[in-house]
């Protein structure tokens, strides 16, 4: 299974304004907060074997925390196309928009918030990483479904649709 990760966007003094290589940026995603919360999910769960990429929804780099990169459609179509992820994971809103508009037949898509946000808890990640394994070991199933979002409430975490209520597939049939 490949999970692609389209993150809000980079921001970087030194980049700001054009883009960032690859490497550097991987490295500094890695030693992040973002990177810590991206590494709890894709370390656990069973999620050994599991494919993951790393981009962000904008290959251009803003200045500072609060700087806005528009999501850009060609970079996320070539990204996917380029890829062929299972699932792709959208980090916030517009990484969802742009995914949206960029992948009229896009794979499943997870809209999630970005890793860094305030309000986050590990929970919502836990939450997913669980059901990206109950997809992977065939335990959960999303036809016809292209898109679910997970939201950070007040002591929970909420899934529209959630695939357990609408398409669970049990383990032991009579």
Not at 88 to 117: F, N, Y
Request: glycine content about 6%.
């Amino acid at each position: 299974m490949k999970v692609v990760v389209f993150l809000q966007n980079a921001w970087s003094e030194q980049y700001a304004g054009r883009k960032w290589p690859r490497p550097s940026w991987l490295r500094a995603l890695a030693a992040s907060r973002s990177g810590q919360r991206l590494r709890s999910l894709e370390n656990g769960y069973h999620l050994s074997g599991c494919v993951w990429w790393y981009e962000n929804a904008s290959p251009l780099v803003g200045g500072n925390p609060d700087s806005f990169m528009q999501a850009d459609i060609h970079h996320i179509r070539r990204i996917v196309l380029e890829q062929c992820p299972d699932i792709v994971l959208a980090l916030w809103k517009e990484a969802a928009r742009g995914i949206m508009i960029a992948c009229a037949d896009q794979p499943l898509t997870i809209v999630a918030p970005h890793p860094a946000s305030r309000v986050l808890t590990n929970d919502l990640y836990n939450r997913i990483g669980s059901d990206i394994a109950m997809l992977k070991l065939g335990f959960l199933t999303v036809s016809g479904c292209t898109l679910v979002s997970y939201k950070q409430e007040r002591g929970s975490v909420v899934v529209h649709p959630d695939p357990w209520l609408v398409h669970y597939t049990q383990m032991s049939k009579p």
